[in-house]
């Protein structure tokens, strides 16, 4: 779980930070609205904590590009107002939970962990997505592309779920290996993986035109991007 921190407070991203890290989440903090919709254009976090003051951007802004861009992506958004407007406003704007300064950390993992185990348990029951030019159907193992069938093999099916339940997301190479064909392979599974790749982005001729693109990430992993129409 990779959650993405922003929090103007040096001392308070420090202190949050850590206490995420604890708990087993991987964290990356951002300290302006800015730099973290960089970030979030190159890579989705699975989780977004934002403070609604920020020293650039006002907090509700980046929530809104959320939404626009990762609607289903949970935001637990910090507030140092109590007036109930504000939180309404928040709530209003797509945060999916809030937290009062100062943030009490077991609190704040509690609220975190709730989140993630209501998201995965969404996921589950999830039978299909679409994105682009594409639907995913995960019941049916089918794949469709402007609304007709595609023939993938059962492997390149595989890779494409694994990819399109992250769409946005790196997934590293090694995860997909994993995952694919087992804790143990090889360099022949390797070379495998490269040549499922190259047939997936052709069969479904990924790129400006169908909305999405596979991308390579050189020695990290792979990403599906969704272009912005």
């Not at 202190?15 to 970030?39: I, P």
């Not at 089918?142 to 059962?154: D, E, I, K, N, Y």
Request: charge should be positive.
């Amino acid at each position: 779980m990779l959650i993405y921190l922003i929090e103007g407070d040096r001392s308070q991203s420090v202190s949050l930070g850590g206490v995420l890290s604890g708990a087993g989440y991987m964290v990356a903090c951002y300290a302006d609205g800015a730099d973290a919709l960089r970030a979030m254009r190159r890579t989705a976090p699975d989780l977004v904590v934002l403070d609604r003051k920020l020293p650039d951007i006002d907090g509700l802004e980046v929530l809104a590009w959320i939404r626009r861009h990762y609607a289903d992506t949970p935001v637990v958004m910090l507030t140092s107002a109590a007036l109930e407007c504000d939180i309404v406003a928040a709530l209003e704007a797509g945060a999916d939970d809030y937290l009062m300064k100062p943030v009490k950390h077991a609190e704040l993992v509690a609220r975190i962990n709730a989140l993630v185990r209501r998201t995965r348990r969404q996921a589950a029951r999830s039978d299909a997505q679409s994105f682009g030019a594409y639907t995913v159907n995960y019941q049916e193992r089918r794949v469709l592309m402007h609304g007709q069938a595609v023939s993938l093999t059962p492997k390149e099916y595989e890779i494409l779920e694994m990819l399109a339940r992250n769409v946005g997301r790196l997934m590293p190479r090694e995860a997909v290996l994993n995952q694919i064909w087992g804790q143990v392979h090889d360099l022949t599974h390797s070379r495998s993986l490269d040549t499922h790749i190259y047939r997936l982005r052709r069969k479904l001729h990924l790129g400006q035109q169908s909305g999405v693109s596979l991308r390579v990430v050189y020695s990290h992993g792979y990403r599906l991007e969704c272009h912005e129409g």
